[in-house]
């Protein structure tokens, strides 16, 4: 199993080496592209609840924040048309903004009244994203997004130096987006690392522990909330600026509702609460399954069964009770997660030890 915590870096290399094999295939590189956006995402929430403790249901609405504020800076619709590192910056800026002025006044509330808060922040941003059409655009979501051309290397243009004929030439075609997600999330993955073994990451922890021992040994518990939910906030920023840019689209607003939530939470779980390891794991086990796994089984069933196959066939109507039936399994007989961090590991075994 120790092994098995130095599996990212790995991972990350057959990944970056993927869009250069034979077997490369456009749609599954867009799939893969969409899974290191939801990586993002998960870490995001691992700041939070694994680090912090605190258990916050509305992460969905800082990925929308990026999402839409991508969306105003990128389509002709709106005057303020950027770049795009301008405007994902602007998107993390905002969320890890909202983040912070929406937390500030409820930082008092603990465990399932934080939740309630959350939850009830995570409604809200539904609401007006789907009401506010002036900005918005209702269900139909904000596109074309257009953050340019792909910018050339040392004055190269990139439309003439592809290293493949069937690259596209900006942001949103395969495999740039591809490489860009890919590469914000190792950043994204070293960062965390860094900010784990700090001073900051270590108070994080010591709060989730005991807030009231943290205080005694003079921590400012409300200083390290905010400073928690401003960087994953922050990040579920950064990761809805990049599910945009993917779609071309802000999408519907469904893409950013409480079921966005709570699968990123199960993703958390699944992996193991506060290691960086193991939530890259629970997301490309959960979402994987989601996206990628039920698609091509589901196509093997069509295609073995034709005309017959009916829809309570295939496993896509059945996968949120798979999603069930695993978590339940894993509550039961795991409830640390399949990677967890060696800290918890250590105190529920001990605890099955002398309980046993």
């Given amino acids: 199993m120790s092994l098995l915590r130095y599996w990212p870096p790995v991972l990350f290399a057959a990944l970056a080496a993927y869009p250069f094999l034979p077997v490369a295939d456009v749609i599954r590189g867009q799939q893969f592209t969409i899974l290191f956006v939801y990586a993002i995402l998960a870490l995001a929430l691992?700041?939070?609840?694994?680090?912090?403790?605190?258990?916050?249901?509305?992460?969905?609405?800082?990925?929308?924040?990026?999402?839409?504020?991508?969306?105003?800076?990128s389509v002709p619709f709106f005057p303020f048309q950027q770049s795009f590192v301008v405007s994902a910056l602007a998107g993390v800026l905002a969320a890890a903004a909202v983040g912070v002025a929406t937390t500030a006044p409820v930082l008092r509330l603990r465990g399932d009244y934080l939740a309630l808060v959350t939850?009830?922040?995570?409604?809200?941003?539904?609401?007006?994203?789907?009401?506010?059409?002036?900005?918005?655009?209702?269900t139909k979501g904000l596109n074309p997004i257009e953050p340019g051309p792909v910018p050339g290397f040392a004055g190269t243009d990139m439309s003439a130096a592809r290293l493949n004929s069937d690259w596209g030439t900006k942001w949103y075609d395969y495999p740039y987006l591809y490489f860009v997600a890919l590469g914000l999330l190792v950043l994204t993955t070293l960062f965390l690392?860094?900010?784990?073994?700090?001073?900051?990451?270590?108070?994080?922890?010591?709060?989730?522990?005991?807030?009231?021992?943290?205080?005694?040994?003079?921590?400012?518990?409300?200083?390290?909330?905010?400073?928690?939910?401003a960087v994953g906030a922050g990040l579920a920023g950064l990761a809805g600026a990049l599910y945009a840019l993917a779609l071309h689209t802000t999408g519907n607003p469904s893409f950013y509702d409480f079921n966005l939530s709570m699968i990123m939470v199960c993703c958390v779980i699944l992996g193991g609460l506060g290691n960086r390891s193991g939530v890259l794991l629970g997301v490309l086990l959960l979402m994987g399954f989601d996206r990628i796994a039920v698609n091509i089984l589901d196509n093997?069933?069509?295609?073995?069964?034709?005309?017959?196959?009916?829809?309570?066939?295939?496993?896509?109507?059945?996968?949120?009770?798979?999603?069930?039936?695993?978590?339940?399994?894993?509550?039961?007989?795991?409830?640390?997660g399949l990677l967890p961090e060696a800290r918890v590991r250590r105190e529920l075994h001990d605890a099955d030890a002398k309980a046993g």
């Avoid at 007006?128 to 900005?135: F, Q």
């Avoid at 001073?199 to 921590?219: F, N």
């Avoid at 009916?310 to 896509?316: A, D, I, L, Q, T």
């Fill in 46 to 73: 691992n700041v939070v609840l694994g680090y912090t403790g605190l258990l916050h249901l509305g992460m969905a609405a800082y990925f929308g924040i990026g999402a839409y504020t991508v969306g105003i800076l």
């Fill in 119 to 138: 939850l009830g922040f995570g409604l809200i941003v539904q609401y007006l994203i789907r009401n506010l059409d002036p900005i918005t655009e209702g």
């Fill in 193 to 229: 690392r860094n900010l784990e073994r700090s001073r900051l990451g270590r108070a994080w922890v010591a709060l989730r522990e005991d807030e009231l021992a943290a205080t005694c040994m003079g921590l400012n518990p409300a200083r390290l909330k905010i400073a928690a939910i």
């Fill in 300 to 336: 093997e069933i069509q295609d073995a069964l034709g005309s017959s196959a009916k829809e309570y066939m295939k496993v896509s109507a059945w996968k949120l009770m798979i999603f069930g039936v695993v978590l339940i399994l894993m509550m039961r007989f795991r409830p640390e």
